[in-house]
């Protein structure tokens, strides 16, 4: 009979990933509705000493060995594939990034397990597990039930709120063979960090938004007044991304980032599927649109249908007078 619920605990550089601290609190959930245990799956090469960080999981399996260095993708998958053989666990969460897209296609490959991918959301009935995940390019959400064999689920990046419980015990460790040679023909050579300089819009608290209605890259610069009295950044829909005003790391949507500030203010957006996708997770959505039908006016808690322009400037002098 399968058991507990597995997170795949995400290792680069030496750290672990923000997308794990996303995964971890729906691992923890899944399990206590099923009356199981939250497991971490730490695997890496001198990784042993990150286990104490996984701490809302009950328990975290921690497989340490050189094979693991470089986190080569093959020798991780063909690991995890006996482990689940195994101990037989009810599901796994991996999460759907680059650095884990590699694992988490061979996993079900080299298991011989279902496997569903865009994840959004998962949850329990009863005994069963029902997901959420997108199809065509997320313009169709399709619900599904795990059955009790082992299921791989590729979460989305930023569907769920990082949780890091400082004050939540320190989880159980148990370290765990290495079942396999560990033999690849993949040889590790370094990894090339990306060039600094840009915000990392998933990060942030408070996040302004600008579309079409924004017109020229000039009126950027009132956004991002905006951002500076609000304490935030600003990011943008595809549109803006395409004329080439922000760079594509401040894209927000299917083929951006997905985000979950407390504040996502929407200024000149319309509201395409593919966009609203990557805001689910805001804590509160205003829109400021002058069509009374944009999309995005049932996605938000407050709306105003008035040009961006004025409502900007009156919030940046408001926002100046309370600091004031």
Same mark, same amino acid.
């Given at each position: 009979?399968?058991? &507990? ?34 497991? *971490? ?38 690991? +995890? ?16 990034? &680059? ?76 370290? +765990? ?18 060039? *600094? ?21 000039? &009126? ?19 549109? +803006? ?15 951006? *980032? ?7 203010? *929407? ?30 006016? &049932? ?26």
């Amino acid at each position: 009979m399968a058991e &507990n619920v597995w997170i795949l605990a995400e290792c680069l550089g030496g750290m672990l990933s923000d997308e794990t601290f996303e995964m971890l609190p729906l691992g923890r959930e899944l399990a206590q509705a099923l009356g199981e245990k939250a497991e *971490a799956i730490l695997i890496g090469h001198e990784v042993a000493e990150l286990a104490p960080e996984l701490k809302l999981a009950d328990n975290v399996l921690c497989m340490d060995d050189p094979v693991f260095a470089g986190q080569p993708a093959d020798v991780i998958a063909e690991a +995890v594939a006996a482990l689940i053989k195994d101990r037989n666990p009810r599901c796994l969460l991996i999460p759907m990034t &680059n650095a884990s897209w590699d694992v988490l296609g061979l996993i079900p490959a080299k298991a011989g397990l279902p496997f569903i991918s865009l994840c959004s959301n998962a949850s329990v009935a009863g005994e069963t597990i029902r997901v959420q995940s997108l199809l065509f390019g997320g313009k169709i959400q399709v619900d599904s039930e795990v059955g009790e064999s082992p299921t791989i689920l590729g979460i989305q990046p930023g569907s769920h709120a990082r949780e890091r419980d400082a004050a939540a015990p320190v989880p159980q460790v148990e370290l +765990v063979t290495n079942p396999i040679d560990g033999s690849t023909p993949i040889t590790f050579v370094k990894m090339l960090e990306p060039e *600094a300089g840009d915000v990392d819009i998933t990060q942030h608290d408070v996040l302004i938004a600008v579309g079409r209605g924004i017109r020229s890259e000039d &009126n950027l610069e009132l956004a991002q007044d905006l951002a500076d009295a609000l304490g935030g950044a600003v990011c943008s829909s595809r549109p +803006v991304i395409d004329q080439g005003w922000l760079p594509l790391t401040r894209q927000v949507g299917k083929s951006g *980032a997905n985000v979950t500030p407390k504040l996502y203010l *929407a200024l000149g957006i319309s509201g395409a599927p593919e966009h609203v996708e990557g805001i689910k997770g805001s804590d509160l959505i205003i829109a400021v649109n002058t069509d009374p039908d944009a999309p995005i006016f &049932n996605v938000a808690k407050y709306g105003i249908e008035e040009d961006l322009f004025d409502i900007t400037e009156a919030l940046i002098e408001k926002i100046h007078a309370v600091k004031v």
